[in-house]
Each structure stands twice: as structure tokens, then as C-alpha cells.
């Protein structure tokens, strides 16, 4: 009945292979452009001196007030479709523009050694 | 990921669960441990998170799944770590209609600009946006985990939409929560009532309270180590007098030397703070205990001087020697007040301090003298005009 936990992702994991098909996630973009027709946003990011982007279906949330070139946070599904990549089936998306995107990313590192470190005493614990 | 109860010998007994600061709190765990948390099976409903006892929780999530009914909402709360269900009740903000319309135009005319009962509205119809949220909202929610039908969820004791455009909050949530499981949460309770981890600090500041009840109840003015240092046995943990014959020899200081130690660190601390001093430094370890009491003050009259300023002491029969510092610092003062250098001012308090070590006693420290100026000062023998400086008249 309840979906699974969205786990923070960057966006340049997406499309790079590292998020499995099916998985929840949450990612984070600037609206590049947005395709009501056929539902389909794209958000992009920028990373290593490459941009990124991030393909959204907006079905579920839709009607929703675009701002091209605002910070949004998606929330969804992974879906890989053959030629087109990953996209994500949005369940929530939410404008978050003025998002300071540095410190968000510091959190997310942050939250991740974090439960590194845990399973890293976890599993010396369970070794000794 | 162990759901099942805990297994009993290794739970801390529910006695002492109140000693753990993280059971009094709404602990801010991952909803991950939330539902894997193991419950107790000394009092169902209480769950433990490495060995720390939790009742209550706090989230911060987005809502991605909502149930409502009359009575309350089910939100399922998703935190980025796992979702949980949270049933928050509508209260009566809910429940009531709108107010008569008789009851606005009554004092539209009175209150000129300020409409109390539109005002009301308006602050309830604020009331009701934060409670009801739709999904891909942020909502907070603390209160008792519960489970039900084999899942957990949260029984909301406080809940709300929390506004956060620029995703502050969330990120300053993510920062703090690992520094709350690194500071607290993962560190293992100190649980123990008389642990053998007692700092030193304590048990030191344990002796020195000791000390002092004694003085005040056998109204102490001088007194030898000795005097006291049976006072301070129960502190010492100990050895077990078992009779065995494989008992090993305990390394480490003997009780006696630990009872000793306890003494000195204590006179050290009641030195420092005041309360005791050496009138003479020589061999045979004197003490002085500085006094709150004054000779010329009635009985009766310096109980109630003593309930105002200082805590309780029972009067009892006073002696000229008792008061001799008292006296020393009073004669100084008022003597050097008379002269024509310090009658404007009063006299300042090292000078003070230096005239009562060349009459009384070397040793006196700066803070006897501070206690003792303060009880001069509380029984108006003398008057402070202005910091540090003091005259009599």
C-alpha cells in the first residue's frame, strides 16, 4: 500500500546505469523544457564541467505551473524505455527554486558516508 | 533486520529507562530504524534502538500517501530512508461549522478595523491549511510509535505542513540527524544508577556535600582531617568479602589510600571554594571552617536573617572563637573606613585581604574572604559602596 522510500540521487546517477529499473528515487534539476502534450519534462544539472539531464514524466502531477529554468525536485519511479534511457515517472514535483544546490549536495554526501560508516561498524561488528 | 522482541537478558530493566535523556525525547531517528526498531518485551509499546529505550519519535518527510476519514488523516510519511504511516487526528478545528452570521455583524460597528471574529476565522482557516496536506507536501510529526496489525506507525501528537521553499529545512535536517546518531543515539546508554563509571568530578563533588551537611549539623568551627574521613567511607566502592579461596589480589589502590585520596581532592575543592581555610600552616592539618553566624544578632532574629540569605543552618551555642575571622575582617574595615584615604571609596577588597592575612592568618584565600565579606555584608555589619569596595560605619 505505501510506496517504497525515495532515496536521494544526483542526477548525473540516473542516466548513468547506477539506479537500478524500478527503483524510487529523488532528484534534483533546473526545467529545461517541458512538453505538455506528451508530458514529458526535462531537468538538468550541472556536474564536472558536463550538464546532465534528467527525463520526467509528469502524468501523475500534472496540471502543474512550469517555471523554465527554476530548481524542481522530482520524486518517482525509474523507468528505462529502449533508445530513450531512463525516465522517471513523477510522483511528486515540487519547485524549489532558490534551493542553495551546493549545500544540498553536501547533505546528501553527508547522509550517504553516513550510513556507509554505519554498515562499515556493522559489518566489523558481525565479523569479530 | 530483526522485527522479533528482544531477547530479555540483553534489555535494560524498565526501572531504570527513565535515566536515558533519548527515552524522555521525540527522538529524531530514520524511519529505516523506526521500523526496525526491536519492542521490548518487558512493557509492549516501548521499542529499543541499540539498546536505547524509545516511546516517542520525530519525522520530517514528504507526504506520498493519504487516507483520510472522518475522525483522522493517514499520511505516509517517506523521509528518504523508508516510509511510515502517521495517523494524525483531526481535532476539533474540524469538527466545527462556521460561526453564526449574527454573531460578525454584532461587532462589525464596534470594533471599527479590527473584526475580532473574522480575525478568529481567519486564524482557524490557518489552523485547518496546516493540519490538511496533500502529497508532495513536507510534514513534521512527533509522537509514540505504535504498531498495529503488524505495522508500525506513528500516532501523531503534533503534526503540520511544514513550509520550506528553498529546501532549508530538509537539508539542515540532514546535517543534524547523522550528528544526532553519532552523539547520542548510537552511543550506548549510561544506564547504570551507581555505575562504576562514575568520574572522579562526582564522586568528589558527592564528598565535598557530605562535608558541609556535617558542618552544618554539628555547627563545625575547626576540625582535623581525621574528623571527617569516616564521613566519606560509603563513597569508596567496596571489596567484595567473599570467602573463596581462588579470590585474586585486586591491583590498583587499596581503600584506604582511595578514602584518603576522596579526602584530599575534597578539602582541596572546600579550600578553593571558601568555605574551609588553614589559619596557620604548620604540620598539624587545622581547618577552619569559615562561619555564617555573628555574635550580636538575637537568635531568633538571625534564623530568619539565615532562611532569607543562606540556607538553613541550626543555630547553636557560638563561641568568641568561632567568629574570629568575622571579627578580624569587620575590625579592618572599620578601622581603615575611618581613614581619611578610604572614607570616600570604602575599602577595596584585596586591600582588605592583605591587612586580614598580616593580622589574622596567612592563608586565608581570596575566596574565604569574598564568603565572608557577603555574610558581613547580608547581617549589615558592613555596606558595599560600590564593586569590591567596602566601609562601616
Redesign the interface.
Known amino acids: 500500500m505505501l510506496p517504497a522510500p525515495a532515496v536521494f540521487h544526483f542526477p548525473w546517477e540516473v542516466n548513468s546505469g547506477e539506479v537500478q529499473e524500478g527503483e524510487s528515487v529523488r532528484v534534483f534539476g533546473r526545467l529545461v523544457c517541458y512538453q505538455p502534450e506528451e508530458s514529458r519534462a526535462t531537468l538538468s544539472a550541472q556536474h564536472a564541467s558536463k550538464e546532465h539531464r534528467v527525463a520526467v514524466h509528469t502524468l501523475f502531477v500534472e496540471p502543474f505551473n512550469p517555471i523554465i529554468g527554476a530548481q524542481y525536485l522530482v520524486l518517482g519511479e525509474i523507468e528505462k524505455a529502449e533508445g530513450v534511457g531512463a525516465v522517471i515517472r513523477a510522483r511528486v514535483l515540487n519547485c524549489v527554486d532558490g534551493v542553495n544546490v551546493a549545500l544540498l549536495q553536501n547533505a546528501i554526501n553527508e547522509q550517504r558516508s553516513f550510513f556507509i560508516e554505519r554498515e562499515q561498524t556493522s559489518d566489523n561488528a558481525q565479523a569479530t | 533486520m530483526q522485527r522479533a522482541a528482544m531477547d530479555p537478558a540483553e534489555e535494560p530493566p524498565s526501572m531504570l529507562w527513565g535515566l536515558d535523556p533519548v527515552f524522555s525525547a521525540f527522538a529524531r531517528l530514520y524511519?529505516?530504524d523506526i521500523l526496525v526498531m526491536t519492542e521490548s518485551t518487558q512493557v509492549p509499546g516501548i521499542y529499543f534502538y541499540k539498546l536505547h529505550p524509545i516511546y516517542k519519535v520525530d519525522v520530517l518527510g514528504?507526504v506520498?500517501?493519504k487516507r483520510e476519514r472522518d475522525d483522522f488523516f493517514c499520511y505516509?510519511v517517506?523521509?528518504?530512508?523508508?516510509?511510515?504511516?502517521c495517523l494524525c487526528w483531526k481535532n476539533d478545528l474540524f469538527k466545527e461549522e462556521d460561526p453564526a452570521p449574527s454573531g460578525a455583524q454584532h461587532s462589525d460597528g464596534a470594533q471599527g478595523g479590527f473584526n475580532l471574529v473574522a480575525e478568529l476565522k481567519k486564524l482557524r482557516e490557518t489552523q485547518r491549511s496546516r493540519c490538511r496536506l496533500e502529497?508532495?507536501e513536507l510534514l513534521r510529526v512527533r509522537g509514540p510509535v505504535k504498531t498495529s496489525r503488524q505495522q508500525r506507525e506513528i500516532m501523531a501528537s503534533t503534526f503540520y505542513k511544514v513550509d520550506d521553499?528553498?529546501?532549508?529545512v530538509?537539508?539542515a535536517w540532514?546535517?543534524d540527524?547523522?550528528q544526532l546518531?553519532?552523539l547520542c543515539y548510537d552511543k550506548p546508554p549510561q544506564l547504570q544508577p551507581d555505575a562504576a563509571g562514575d568520574s572522579p568530578i562526582s564522586v568528589v563533588g558527592k564528598a565535598t556535600n557530605i562535608i558541609k551537611d556535617f558542618f552544618k549539623q554539628k555547627s563545625v568551627t575547626r576540625f582535623r582531617p581525621y574528623d571527617v574521613q569516616d564521613l566519606l567511607q560509603p563513597l569508596i566502592p567496596c571489596q567484595p568479602q567473599t570467602a573463596s579461596a581462588d579470590q585474586e589480589p585486586v591491583a590498583g589502590p587499596s581503600a584506604c589510600q582511595q578514602l584518603r585520596q576522596l579526602l584530599k581532592e575534597a578539602l582541596q575543592v572546600l579550600q578553593d571554594e571558601g568555605v574551609v581555610y588553614r589559619k596557620v600552616k604548620s604540620q598539624d592539618e587545622v581547618y577552619n571552617v569559615r562561619t555564617i553566624r555573628d555574635v550580636s544578632i538575637p537568635p531568633v532574629t538571625r534564623q530568619l536573617v539565615t532562611l532569607v540569605r543562606t540556607p538553613a543552618v541550626a543555630p547553636s551555642q557560638v563561641t568568641a572563637r568561632d567568629t574570629d575571622l568575622l571579627i578580624a575582617v569587620k575590625d579592618v574595615i572599620r578601622e581603615d573606613s575611618r581613614r581619611e584615604k578610604y572614607a570616600e571609596k570604602g575599602c577595596h577588597i584585596l586591600h582588605v585581604l592583605s591587612a586580614v592575612r598580616q593580622r589574622h592568618s596567612l592563608n586565608v584565600s581570596k575566596a574565604t574572604l569574598q564568603l565572608v565579606l557577603k555574610s558581613l555584608e547580608c547581617n549589615s555589619d558592613i555596606v558595599s559602596t560600590s564593586e569590591d569596595h567596602y566601609t562601616a560605619f
Open positions: 524511519v529505516r514528504t506520498v500517501y505516509g517517506d523521509d528518504g530512508t523508508g516510509v511510515i504511516n502529497i508532495g521553499p528553498v529546501m532549508a530538509q537539508v540532514m546535517m540527524v547523522p546518531y553519532r
